[in-house]
């Protein structure tokens, strides 16, 4: 993928993790990834249409998966895409935590762990330092 490309998704997500929310700032050890939101495990392409920027968590537990089962009704459903979905109606912060709003939030934030201890703690943190998620 060429510089210019993963330049311009950082700049497009403004620097957040386009799944959780996460900002940049708030983990600068580890440079967040520009992934494939349809892998190229399954013909995924390098296009911005295809591309999202996300934390390590996001990425590491999305991997190639395109779907999860829904906690709530235990029905296979696709995952969060940010280039088509809307992040404020799929998900909302509840404290330091998110939460699904429809089938695709709920199978996304329990796919990605999204609510992991070190997760939380680390929006807990923010919060308690005055931060917006
Ligand atoms: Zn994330």
Known sequence: MKAETKH??????????????????????????VEHIIAQFHGGLSELSNLALACF???VYKGTNLAGIDPDSN??????NPR??????????????IVGKTAIGRTTVWLLEMNSDERVELRQELLDAGEQL
């Open 8 to 33: 311009l998704v950082r700049e497009r997500a403004n620097y957040r993790c386009e799944y959780c929310g996460l900002r940049q700032q708030h983990e600068p050890l580890v440079k967040f990834h």
């Open 57 to 59: 968590n996001c990425n």
């Open 75 to 80: 029905q296979l459903e696709r995952l969060f």
């Open 84 to 97: 088509t979905d809307d992040w404020q109606e799929s998900f909302e912060h509840l404290g330091a935590r």
